[in-house]
Structures are given as structure tokens and as C-alpha cells.
């Protein structure tokens, strides 16, 4: 079974950067559509970003939403099993919980991790 393990959240200003990790044990993450998603407080989740496998068609190809891009990318390392959100040009609205999906035949959700972004 998959599991997703998130980390790399925390406070920053407004127009800082983090750098969200899902690392990946029990099975290779390479193999798996990968999505980042955010839930902001009283919000309902929404898709941030995602990668495809790298197997796949498309082979690694990624897409965002309106709201974040060009200012998130996202990337793999299959050699640490871990898929990153690089976040710059932090605005408070990107304040979330934010959650990472491996996507295959079953859907697998980490805990998330926690960006506050303050004014």
C-alpha cells in the first residue's frame, strides 16, 4: 500500500517561499499520477497542482491552477520517492492545509501539512 507522508510547511510573510514534500514508502511513487491539493479554514478542498506519471503518455508533464501559476512548480525525484511543491511568491489567500494524492486504481491521501502565509 502506498503511503504519503507530507512535511515542509510552516509561517512565512507574504511574498516568501516553502518547499512542500510528499515522500512516498511502501510502493514507487513514480508510477502514480500526483496531485497537491488545499483546504483553507471554512473552504472546500481544492486541486493546486498535479504531475503525471512517469510512465505515462505524457511523461511527467504538470498542470496548476489559474490561482497558482507561475508561481508553484511542481517536480519528482524518483530516486528519493518524493514528489515536491516549490512555493513562491507566497499571498496570505494560499494559506491551507495542504495535502498530497497519489492517484492509481485507489486514491491515497497523506495528513497534509500546514502553509500560513502572513500578512
Known amino acids: 500500500q502506498l503511503q504519503l507522508v507530507e512535511s515542509g510547511g510552516g509561517l512565512v510573510q507574504s511574498g516568501g517561499s516553502l518547499r512542500l514534500s510528499c515522500a512516498a514508502s511502501?510502493?514507487?511513487?513514480?508510477?502514480?499520477?500526483v496531485a497537491w491539493f488545499r483546504q483553507a479554514p471554512g473552504k472546500e478542498r481544492e486541486g493546486v497542482s498535479c504531475?503525471?506519471?512517469?510512465?505515462?503518455?505524457?511523461?511527467?508533464?504538470?498542470n496548476y491552477a489559474d490561482s497558482v501559476r507561475g508561481r508553484f512548480t511542481i517536480s519528482r525525484d524518483g530516486a528519493k520517492n518524493t514528489v515536491y511543491l516549490q512555493l513562491n511568491s507566497l499571498k496570505p489567500e494560499d494559506t491551507a492545509v495542504y495535502y498530497c494524492?497519489?492517484?492509481?486504481?485507489?486514491?491515497?491521501w497523506g495528513k497534509g501539512t500546514l502553509v500560513t502565509v502572513s500578512s
Open positions: 494524492n497519489g492517484r492509481g486504481s485507489v486514491d491515497y
Open positions: 511502501g510502493y514507487t511513487l513514480d508510477y502514480y499520477d
Open positions: 504531475i503525471s506519471s512517469s510512465g505515462s503518455s505524457s511523461g511527467g508533464s504538470a
